[in-house]
């Protein structure tokens, strides 16, 4: 669903959508650009095919924002950027917005009541591209660390390869539709990343 339909759906005004792409169009981005914004709120919506029109809406939004402001600084982004959608959202009913903030906010940890069904579609979608095809896994990998720039490579490796082993050591995907859809990719790529930074550790010691 794309922006301004979504926004309507739930009786706002979807004017914040250039401030948003300007967002999504900052220079220091690579990965988290409007392009990652709209293939979750692609992926999204086909998770949330089941649901009621109000909560695909609140999904979409979600999907739309969840990256909204992207500075490298986990936990700060999601909380900046729930507090974006929420000024954006100006005259959507209080639970709307609420609901949109709560689901930008689960992205941080990545993790909701299993009974969550928007926070389902919205989770699995945005790690869609762990089970993408080798080359486009590859180049977001290589977004991902262009924008952790700051940080040089020996402590990247270390904080890339706790993250990678976290991720391989539970489930990555809440619904079995995504699991059948991306979960074998993921696991494959994951691995052959962890390999990776694996090997440049060792061979910087």
């Known amino acids: 669903m794309e922006w301004s339909e979504a926004v309507a759906v739930l009786g706002g005004d979807p004017g914040a959508w250039p401030r948003l792409e300007a967002r999504y169009a900052e220079p220091h981005r690579r990965y988290h650009t409007l392009t990652h914004a709209a293939a979750v709120a692609r992926d999204s919506a086909w998770l949330a095919e089941g649901l009621g029109e109000t909560d695909r809406a609140i999904v979409a939004v979600a999907a739309w924002t969840h990256d909204v402001v992207y500075d490298a600084k986990p936990g700060e982004d999601e909380r900046a950027s729930a507090a974006w959608a929420r000024e954006a959202l100006a005259g959507v009913a209080e639970a709307h917005v609420g609901r949109v903030e ?18 389902t579609a919205l989770l699995d979608a945005d790690l869609a591209v762990l089970g993408a095809p080798e080359e486009q896994y590859a180049a977001y990998a290589r977004g991902v660390r262009e924008e952790y720039a ?3 490579d020996d402590v ?25 859809r991306w979960a074998s990719a993921a696991e494959k790529n ?7 930074w694996r090997r440049a550790r060792d061979d910087h010691r």
Request: overall charge negative.
């Open 156 to 180: 990247w490796c270390e904080g890339r390869i706790a993250v990678l082993e976290r991720m391989l050591a539970r489930e990555l995907y809440r619904s079995e539709a995504a699991r059948t």
């Open 190 to 196: 994951l691995t052959a990343e962890l390999t990776h």
């Open 102 to 119: 709560g689901l930008i906010l689960a992205t941080i940890g990545h993790d909701a009541p299993a009974d969550d069904h928007l926070a």
């Open 150 to 152: 700051k940080y040089p």
